[in-house]
């Protein structure tokens, strides 16, 4: 069985102590890999303190040299990466390799707008107490920045977090998500290899409560976390003193209005409610449709969820694999009891072998039980006719969360009145809510977080304005 080792002060360490990772399918340990406690990371974020002073003063086309290497280093690996990530996250081979692709994009992403960090001039002659001054504005790193991550996407959202902020020149102690930390290993292992300086990139796998350190420690600049809203706010309330980006969950909502192509919209809304067992923050949960294609819509529906292929996600031809324990698909499996105790059906699915929980559609819910209010994050949907358009909507933004939203419509004053009536971070016309391409803004509203993704957006949260203004004589 491998073993791997943490990333500390630019050495790969056998520090702390060595812990089973399990293949979320079968529950089979596949690799054994060193865990840090609080002590080390106390130790990383020193390490990481040091390694500022040289990193704020490396040139970008050199930081950019790097980000570029490891990007093209990781499409060389592309095939070994995608095989950790479907033994490690249960992730099914064919979606795995979609993530690689997406991390050599986000790091590529990173290479790039390393170069492009520009600032802005001010017009300082506004009034006659700023003549003869002269006002500019430099983005400037912030030193430490501690990045947690989940672990669903255990290599492109640790890009999202390594490329802005070394990009943007900051040091990072990255804590991935306890079951997912091999990626990210081998990820700090192509930094090494490209020349990342010591300490710049610090990876520490460890057990949820010891992140918390990235949180408390003052010499921590900023936190960047990625995971459950619950974590999230509560890491916030510790890092008060802090930055603190926060990317969550949510329940996403799409409404399939009568205008709309019915054939690719279900194909569309299947796919991004079961795929890898609907464990994305921006799979679709809630389903709106309009009254005279309901029975057509769910039907197309039910179909496609009874022809995926479940099974290890190893395996080639597998579709979707398990979830990521079976205590979390013993849960989904109580929410659906729970939800059909008060009411609702199961239309398709509804059933749990292991860890494996089977692609399911509720209908008849309200929208106080757990399956609509809280985030499901499994393959499990709830669909819902309407009537008009504007309940639709008012549907889909009665939510305690606001990542996205999808709209199938072809009528430009119903987009509209959508884009201006749904509060989310964004909303995706035409297609379902969990399309994400990795440069754009990305992030949420409400309890699903408070910040953007999408390497420049995320540069900006990375960084801190400094004004400087010169005084000239006459
Ligand atoms: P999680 O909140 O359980 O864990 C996320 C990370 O936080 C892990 O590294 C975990 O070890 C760590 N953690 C847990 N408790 C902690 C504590 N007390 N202090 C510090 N760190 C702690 O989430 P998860 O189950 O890994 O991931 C699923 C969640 O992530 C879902 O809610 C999903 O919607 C969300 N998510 C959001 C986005 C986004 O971009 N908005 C992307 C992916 C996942």
Redesign the pocket.
Known sequence: MKTYQMFLNGQFSKRGVLRDIVQPYNNKPFAKVYFGEEDIISEAIDGAEKAFQKMKSTPAHVISDILRKVSEKLKERSEEFANILALEAGKPIKTARGEVGRAVHTLMLGAEECLRITGEVIPMDQKPYGEDRFGMVKRFPLGVVGA??????PLN?VAHKLAPALAAKNTVVL?????TPISSLMLAELFMEAGLSAGALQVIP???????V??RDPKVKMLT????????W??KKLAFRKKVAL????NAGVIVHEDTDIDPAVEAIANAAFLYSG????SVQRVFIHQSIYRKVVDGLAKKAESYKLGDPIEENTDIGSM?SEDEAKRVESWVEEAVNEGAKVLTGGKREGSIYYPTIIGNTKAEMKVNCL?V?APVITVTPYLDFETAVKAVDNSKYG?QAGVFTKDINRIRYAFENIEVGGIIIGDVPTYRIDHMP???VKE??NAR?GVRYAIEEMTEPRLMVMKFSK
Request: aromatic share 10%.
């Open positions: 947690i991550t989940p672990f669903n996407f959202l804590k991935p998500a306890s079951q460890a057990k949820g409560s010891a992140g918390e990235l949180a976390f990625t995971g459950s809203p619950v974590v999230g509560h890491l990317e969550l969950g949510g464990q994305s923050c921006i990521i985030e994050f990542l990305y992030g949420g699903s977080g993704e």
